[in-house]
């Protein structure tokens, strides 16, 4: 048997997010943003950060999968939808849920940026540092967390739990 453990808490969340916003409010001061939301894990982040930045803003949805409904990365990243819109000349943000690997964001970071973007950040609830196999320049981090699988606020575990509102860990149940 297994059961959910809360890693990072509704409330924690909400704080941190405030602050992310407010960093990122001052950061791009007299600038438009786009930010782009990386699906779908990231969709929770998305919704909840941009209401937290006082900035002219739009969003525009990317969605990239290695992982399938496996717990590892394939190893492959694909673009499952592309933009909607060009980026040419905008300040881009990227939100995303969490980097892992960093297989995903390193791909995304190659594409967008052949794009010719003004500027182009990253912006990461969760980083697990532990498993990067492709390094990531990271500007925004949430919180950084210890090497295990974590699903809730956006992340999945065979597809589901990406409605809880905290971030939790699946551990076995000794019996
Ligand atoms: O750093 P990495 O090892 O590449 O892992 C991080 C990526 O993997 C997950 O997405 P997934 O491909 O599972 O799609 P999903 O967001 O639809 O769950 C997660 O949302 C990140 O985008
Ligand atoms: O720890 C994780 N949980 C859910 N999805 C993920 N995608 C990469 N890492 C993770
Ligand atoms: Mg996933």
Partial sequence: MSHLDVLISEEKIKNRIKELGQ???KDYEGKEICLICVLKGGVMFMVDLSKEID????????AV???GNEMTSSGVVKIIKDLDDPIEGKHVLIIEDIIDSGRTLSYLVKTLNNRKPASLRICTLL?????????VQVDYVGFTIPDEFVLG????????????????????TEE
Avoid at 156 to 168: C, E, G, S, T, V
Wanted: hydrophobic share 35%.
């Fill in 23 to 25: 960093q990122i409010t």
């Fill in 55 to 62: 900035l002219p803003l739009e969003m525009d949805f990317m």
């Fill in 127 to 135: 980083d697990k540092p532990e498993q990067r196999i492709s390094d």
């Fill in 65 to 67: 999968s290695s992982y």
């Fill in 153 to 172: 606020y956006g992340l999945d575990y065979m597809q589901k739990y990406r409605n809880l509102p905290y971030i939790a860990v699946m551990r076995e």
